[in-house]
């Protein structure tokens, strides 16, 4: 059973970098055909993707996020991260992890709550 854990600080100042790390346990981030995503949800708004990267370590980002974004990983330690930058309030969310089949995303994170403010 692939296991996901989100981690990083749950209060972010306004202008400020976003650092999230997901962990993955029983799956390696290098298997073949898998995608590995960052997912977003804004309060009260639905899920919005944020990017991924590929088993091959080819990088995705959402149009609207991608030039603040930034998606690496370090095989070593079977993790990836998600550096978000000039964070505002509107970056507010719950923060996952998800891995891609090629079709569904089969496992889930529990998710990291993420505040901007001051």
């Known amino acids: 059973q692939v296991q996901l854990q989100e981690s990083g600080p749950g209060l972010v100042k306004p202008s400020q970098t976003l650092s999230l790390t997901c962990t993955v346990s029983?799956?390696?981030?290098?298997?073949?055909?898998?995608?590995w995503n960052w997912i977003r949800q804004p309060p009260g708004k639905g899920l919005q993707w944020v990017g991924a990267?590929?088993?091959?370590?080819?990088?995705y980002y959402s149009p609207s996020l991608k030039s603040r974004t930034s998606i690496s990983r370090d095989t070593s330690k079977n993790q990836l991260t998600l550096q978000l930058s000039s964070v505002t309030p509107e970056d507010t969310g719950v923060y996952y992890c998800?891995?891609?089949?090629?079709?569904?995303?089969?496992?889930w994170g529990q998710g990291t709550q993420v505040t901007v403010s001051s």
């Open positions: 029983s799956g390696s981030i290098t298997t073949n055909y898998y995608d």
């Open positions: 998800a891995r891609l089949d090629g079709v569904l995303f089969d496992y």
């Open positions: 990267i590929h088993y091959s370590g080819t990088t």
